[in-house]
T-cell receptor, first 113, second 113 residues
Framework: DTEVTQTPKHLVMGMTNKKSLKCEQH?????MYWYKQKAKKPPELMFV???????INESVPSRFSPECPNSSLLNLHLHALQPEDSALYLC????????????FGPGTRLTVL | SQQGEEDPQALSIQEGENATMNCSYK?????LQWYRQNSGRGLVHLIL?????REKHSGRLRVTLDTSKKSSSLLITASRAADTASYFC?????????????FGKGTKLTVNP
């Protein structure tokens, strides 16, 4: 199985809502990533988990809270988001956190009203 | 600032023609990767080329790397309409024990049937 899955595909939420994005891989990869991508822009790294521990946080606002419950799962908890947080959120995984290709999920299209 | 910068920003060709995209970067790298993204979808890894490699092939794809000029090129031969997508180069930046991929702005390729 060489697939990274993400749920939901689309999410619309109000600024007071709490929601979560979910990412799953079963390739035995030990590094997982969250990216944010605005329209017509490249992906921007948000978080890196290596061996289920947070290793990089790119100064992301605390309204985004990542969680890695186990080596196959990665969550992104969302709370009190702003309309400018509307974007495509991409999850990726790689064998290790250095020197390997990254496998991306299809993304969650988030709209904050 | 962006590590990688693609050139051109947009490219439109006819089916059967070759497409060449260039990427320049600013600092030393361990490897450079190319990814493809169809509109609004996740990224697909194409090729990873390490700093001690000069050229790599994969099917209709040919990637070159010139570390002295800090540049790379992606050549797609005999293009097809299905190659229509955005193409990003990504360079590695070490952060502690993990690697951060920094994506260039991308080249939007349109292959006309």
């Amino acid at each position: 199985d060489t697939e990274v899955t993400q749920t939901p595909k689309h999410l619309v939420m109000g600024m007071t809502n709490k929601k979560s994005l979910k990412c799953e891989q079963h390739m035995g990869h030990r590094a997982m990533y969250w990216y944010k991508q605005k329209a017509k822009k490249p992906p921007e790294l948000m978080f890196v988990y290596s061996y289920e521990k947070l290793s990089i946080n790119e100064s992301v606002p605390s309204r985004f809270s990542p969680e890695c419950p186990n080596s196959s799962l990665l969550n992104l908890h969302l709370h009190a988001l702003q309309p400018e947080d509307s974007a495509l959120y991409l999850c990726a995984s790689s064998q290790l956190a250095r020197g390997y290709e990254q496998f991306f999920g299809p993304g969650t299209r988030l709209t904050v009203l | 600032s962006q590590q990688g910068e693609e050139d051109p920003q947009a490219l439109s060709i006819q089916e059967g023609e070759n497409a060449t995209m260039n990427c320049s970067y600013k600092t030393s790298i361990n490897n450079l990767q190319w990814y493809r993204q169809n509109s609004g979808r996740g990224l697909v890894h194409l090729i990873l080329i390490r700093s001690n490699e000069r050229e790599k092939h994969s099917g209709r794809l040919r990637v070159t790397l010139d570390t002295s000029k800090k540049s790379s090129s992606l050549l797609i031969t005999a293009s097809r309409a299905a190659d229509t997508a955005s193409y990003f180069c990504a360079t590695d930046a070490r952060r502690g024990g993990s690697e951060k991929l920094v994506f260039g702005k991308g080249t939007k390729l349109t292959v006309n049937p």
